[in-house]
DNA sequence: GATGTGGGTTAGAACTTCTCACGAACACGA
DNA sequence: TCGTGTTCGTGAGAAGTTCTAACCCACATC
């Protein structure tokens, strides 16, 4: 491919309003790359993340195969971007149920509701990754938004029982090793609660989309809500 | 990934003595077989499942090719008898574990332990799966064995406090759900609390193998740990 | 209107899984 | 000891995959 210069920072640059993009071809690209990631999705959805083939997508938006790389540098660069919007979507999400007034219950079911609308989604971000990727730094960073919202639900949860003493010796931890809270100030029950809920609810979902419950017989919301309840009366 | 075919039946068929195969031709071929899953664990700890291929394994054992199919009929059983023996393999550790007198904590340690001696095997039977497959019937018989070995350390765990209202409720569900279980007569506490263990256990665990905490500065033992406390004093 | 950039094409290299037809080595029974 | 037949391994090849390279053409801008 020709030099492109710079990490291709997405369509929209540092252009003028919202959306779209300036210049027709700028909104041309930005469209292109749209559809290309909706099939990309599509096909995730159906048959996994390993079966996304960039040809399969050109031939179904009926240009031929090299012509994606126009848009996506690579197989891995289209996953990438996938990843990001993924983690977006969430962050989204959980901002505006946030937005709307959910506590930490409410968040949990919105976090479930996102996943199973799509379970390879999740999946994708939370799921097996391949042992050598590293996702870029603004994903990380998009990740932390999410913890932050999460944290803000626990440090506004009432103080709750007393704690057992493993319980403060590990909240004494999480006070000398908060760099991935941020400056977030809660309070070390809170960063142990929030840890304990982000881990447990992963957990019980990560476990009902893969499909562990489906022969079992379990209704996989019976057990969310157990563990929700668990983590707001434990 | 797609069909899957069927078991295919083990070469050494119903053969005589137990375990390594009468004839020097079953002989040779057994080894042959053990040599192929060898390799293909290899590049899965080190590029993942997806990255699996059977071209590059034939030649790393300097053979060309199609010869591996007289020994495996696709990529896809090679796979599935990589799945069981993963779930063997866990259940073996976790067997032995029990049989040395290991409580609840101690199953899950050897859980950990067995996780993270190979963090691609753990997650090829509890990650992101392709969403058509569907696992031999003989796999779900050793999950539900694994099932049964917690459910026997749970069921061996003190009575434990009163419960909440919405744990009694639970129980009373679980009560009336316990295929899963098997035959095992454990009571409805234990049902819950090995229920829940698991899905915990697989929640930080899981997010560890997937690299989410190493940029977090928390370390996942610690996590485990108090995970653990509270699943045994909760 | 010339010029250049960006979009799309075909060709092709280097892979992959997997089928087929052939040859050779082996085990076994006559 | 000599067939006979099963099994193993081979090379060829079909149908995929990602991705590069060279080329054309249309559009936009100067």
Do not use: C
């Not at 290309?36 to 031929?64: P, V, Y």
């Not at 003493?165 to 977030?184: C, I, K, M, T, V």
Request: proline share 6%; no cysteine; glycine share 12%.
């Amino acid at each position: 491919m020709a030099k492109m210069t710079e990490p291709e920072q997405e369509p929209e640059q540092r252009s003028g309003p919202g959306a779209g993009g300036r210049t027709p071809r700028e909104r041309y690209r930005a469209q292109v790359r749209a559809e290309i990631k909706g099939h990309a999705w599509e096909q995730i959805a159906t048959a996994g993340a390993s079966a996304l083939s960039l040809n399969a997508i050109a031939k179904r938006m009926g240009m031929s195969g090299p012509a994606l790389y126009r848009y996506f540098a690579s197989r891995d660069e289209l996953i990438t971007e996938l990843i990001r919007d993924a983690y977006r979507g969430l962050a989204d999400t959980l901002g505006a149920a946030a937005g709307s007034g959910a506590d930490v219950a409410g968040l949990a079911q919105a976090i479930r509701g996102w996943a199973l609308e799509d379970p390879q989604r999740y999946l994708l971000i939370y799921g097996t990754p391949v042992p050598g990727y590293h996702a870029p730094d603004d994903i990380t960073g998009i990740a932390r938004g999410i913890m932050a919202t999460l944290l803000d639900a626990y440090a506004a949860l009432p103080a709750g029982e007393e704690r057992t003493p493993f319980e403060r010796s590990f909240e004494s931890y999480l006070a000398e090793h908060r760099q991935w809270a941020g400056d977030h100030p809660a309070e070390p029950p809170a960063l142990r609660r929030a840890l304990a809920g982000w881990t447990r609810i992963h957990g019980v979902l990560s476990l009902e989309l893969s499909g562990h419950f489906a022969g079992m017989g379990i209704d996989p919301a019976q057990l969310f809500a157990a563990e929700l309840d668990a983590l707001l009366t434990g």
